[in-house]
């Protein structure tokens, strides 16, 4: 690390961080339990639920898993938005020595079936509203052991009874579904509390997530992060957020999902090793409920995508809110842009601060100064024990200042994709340099500035789109000859889909096209425009030119 970029590291944060003393995630989970037992840990729809409560849960969880032969290393997957049962099966599936396979619930049953077979999963909790698409592709699986849980099932008898009647009957959001065998969450943890638990060693290198991602190629693949992986990430953001914290006082807000690796290892972990209560979102889409939450409790923190800032700046009540607890708004997973980011400040009298990162990186890798007093246009500083080296398309360092590709070394870095030893060899530069494929530079005090992102992927609202799998979904339509997706700008999610076509058919139209998509791909993924064209460039190789499409566009 060159020194000038420790002089601008902010007051109290390590250059260097260690894991020495921290054996695995579920060490940290077990300190943080211990030392806030009766403090809140999860808030959701209004029922609450303590440390100790989360560890005699997890507890529980893991009992049953161990009780039906799941062992140290076996997959276990979580489709549930953010809700109560959420934390209790994660940190569950760790403490029973699992891997936890974070499935996003609105995958469609193309999507599900190839993360379940990729991974090799054994069993699953899912909530009920997408019972149905596991059931269309279960059969195809390894799956063995289902937990269906109703969205109401964690939030006591009345309450539950009655949210579930109104998402069942009124909002008609769960489909029928038939899956012989699968048991409700509370059976699980009944079964699992009989059973008991044993204790599973686990170390640095043993894996606690396969986090799916397209990486740099477009072609999904689990990413291995392990206990080493993700325990120092959160050693760095700890040590990061540390000076402008309080421990066992603060109180973050969780909108984005937590199965999305921001959340995950900011909302989830970082902030229960310091005793912070989670308030859960399920439903950040609903703005107006979601403000109605929020006006409820004494929030100190708040993460998000720049979407979502830009969502609550354009509603009228959320600048009624009081705003006078807080203290930290962290944006990542898209770029924050600055306009919404000098609102934010105006409104909140907070800065909105950015971070960055990958799946691959555990998020985190760089990460402005908390104590900014505004939006200076950098994705960060290298955070704790992280080196950034920017590259030329040879692998060589370009002087500083100049563009050239990020790559980052630390130990936050994974250990590599699933199953997948080639791709793996070649994301890495020699010295384990993450290749990120995202271009930027970095200036005389460190910062790392984000010029353009990988080449073709499209970013809708935090989340990654590759062209890659767009154009598949499109392929499959029998009225279809060619096809090339990119990504435009859109004022409501950053972009969105544009989708250039060849027909078969002359009859094939755009309705038809989207419908198409709509049953093959998650929303977000679902082309917003189409353009029908006669032929699409390609090279003398006979590879389409994305980018003389998006130069037209």
């Known amino acids: 690390m060159q020194k000038i970029w420790l002089e601008s590291y902010p007051k109290g944060v390590p250059a260097e961080i260690s894991i020495d003393h921290v054996p695995s995630l579920v060490a940290l989970f077990e300190r943080a339990c211990s030392t806030y037992a009766h403090k809140v840990a999860y808030i959701s729809m209004g029922r609450t639920m303590t440390y100790a409560q989360l560890d005699q849960e997890t507890k529980e969880f893991a009992g049953w898993l161990q009780s039906r032969g799941i062992k140290k290393g076996d997959r276990v997957a979580l489709m549930m938005p953010n809700m109560l049962q959420y934390p209790v099966a994660l940190f569950g599936t760790l403490r029973a020595g699992c891997v936890v396979v974070n499935c996003n619930p609105l995958y469609t049953p193309r999507e599900l079936e190839h993360q379940l077979k990729d991974s090799g999963a054994t069993a699953i909790v899912i909530v009920e509203n997408f019972a149905n698409t596991l059931q ?97 990430n959160v050693m760095q953001a700890y040590s990061w957020i540390k000076p402008v914290v309080r421990e066992g006082q603060e109180f973050i807000i969780t909108a984005l999902p937590l199965y999305h690796i921001f959340a995950l290892t900011a909302n989830c972990l970082t902030f229960l090793m310091i005793g912070a209560r989670n308030l859960l979102i399920a439903n950040p889409r609903d703005i107006p409920n979601f403000i109605k939450e929020w006006g409820k409790y004494p929030v100190t923190v708040v993460t998000g995508v720049n979407t979502l800032f830009n969502a609550l700046l354009n509603h009228p009540d ?47 890798a760089t990460i402005n100064p908390l104590d900014m007093h505004e939006f200076n246009g950098a994705i960060g500083l290298p955070i704790s024990s992280t080196e950034i080296s ?109 989708i250039f076509v060849v027909r078969k058919d002359a009859n094939v139209t755009e309705r038809m096209l989207i419908e198409h998509c709509r049953s093959q791909l998650t929303g977000y993924k679902v082309p917003k425009h189409v353009e029908f064209r006669d032929d699409l460039p390609r090279t003398n190789v006979g590879k389409i030119l994305r980018r003389a499409l998006k130069e037209a566009a």
């Open 390 to 498: 920017i590259r030329d398309d040879y692998g060589n360092e370009v002087p500083q200042g100049q563009v050239g590709e990020i790559c980052i070394r630390g130990p936050q870095v994974m250990k590599g994709y699933w199953q997948k030893p080639e791709e793996t060899e070649n994301v890495f530069y020699p010295g384990r340099f993450l290749r990120t494929g995202d271009v930027g530079y970095m200036d005389k005090k460190g910062y790392v500035f984000l010029v353009d992102r990988k080449k073709d992927m499209i970013l809708v609202s935090g989340f990654n789109v590759y062209p890659n799998e767009v154009e598949e979904a499109v392929a499959m339509h029998p009225g279809v000859s060619d096809v090339a997706a990119i990504g435009v700008p859109d004022e409501h999610s950053g972009e969105a889909v544009k």
């Open 318 to 364: 959320f600048a009624r809110l009081d705003f006078s607890t807080m203290n930290v708004t962290l944006g990542g997973g898209m770029a924050v842009q600055g306009p919404v980011a000098e609102r934010w400040l105006r409104t909140t009298g907070v800065p909105l601060l950015q971070a960055y990162g990958l799946t691959e990186t555990s998020p985190a």
């Open 136 to 232: 269309q592709v279960i059969e195809h699986t390894a799956i063995k052991h289902v937990i269906v849980t109703p969205l109401g099932e964690r939030l006591g008898a009345l309450k539950g009874r009655l949210v579930n009647f109104v998402v069942r009957h009124v909002k008609r959001m769960v489909p029928a579904w038939h899956l012989p065998g699968s048991i409700g969450f509370k059976a699980a943890l009944r079964a699992g509390r009989r059973h008991g638990t044993q204790e599973v060693k686990l170390n640095h290198d043993d894996i606690a997530f396969l986090q799916y991602t397209g990486g740099t190629t477009g072609v999904s693949k689990g990413a291995m992060l392990t206990h080493g992986n993700i325990s120092a």
